[in-house]
């Protein structure tokens, strides 16, 4: 997986947008942040709940990481996109997306 291959699959997700916070691209729904690239580009990062990053975690250890701080523990997830499949960051974005994206586009 590589940077632009996670920035098309996140902004294939209805009304997804880049933006940018802190010198580095983010992806957004309704106005709110659902996924992020790394300054370098190397790594993701998705807005998961803990029970979906604990179930990622399970799955996939050497590729998928807890974000420090209380940002993790709320499920901020970080992806090593190198070692990353398809499949599961397009899992993992969509899951991302849904936590965030306004009611009236979960209902359609």
């Known amino acids: 997986m ?15 947008v880049e933006s940018s916070h802190m010198n ?4 957004r729904v309704g106005g709110k ?3 992020t ?5 190397t ?5 998961l709940t803990p029970r979906e990053q604990a179930d990622a975690l399970r799955r996939a250890r050497d590729v998928i990481t807890r974000a420090s701080g209380a940002w993790g523990r709320r ?7 190198a070692e990353a499949d398809t499949a599961m ?8 997306w849904r ?3 306004p009611k009236r586009l979960l209902d359609e």
């Not at 580095?24 to 992806?27: E, M």
């Not at 790594?43 to 807005?47: P, R, Y």
């Not at 499920?75 to 996109?81: D, E, N, P, R, V």
């Not at 960051?89 to 991302?96: F, H, P, S, V």
Request: glycine share 6%; net charge negative.
């Open 37 to 41: 690239l790394g300054p370098d580009e």
């Open 99 to 101: 936590n965030v994206a």
């Open 43 to 47: 790594w993701g990062m998705v807005k």
């Open 2 to 16: 590589t940077a632009a291959e996670f920035r098309r699959l996140a902004l294939s997700l209805p009304e997804a």
């Open 75 to 81: 499920g901020s997830t970080i992806i090593q996109l």
């Open 24 to 27: 580095h691209p983010d992806f």
């Open 33 to 35: 942040i659902f996924a």
């Open 89 to 96: 960051i397009e899992e993992l974005l969509t899951a991302a």
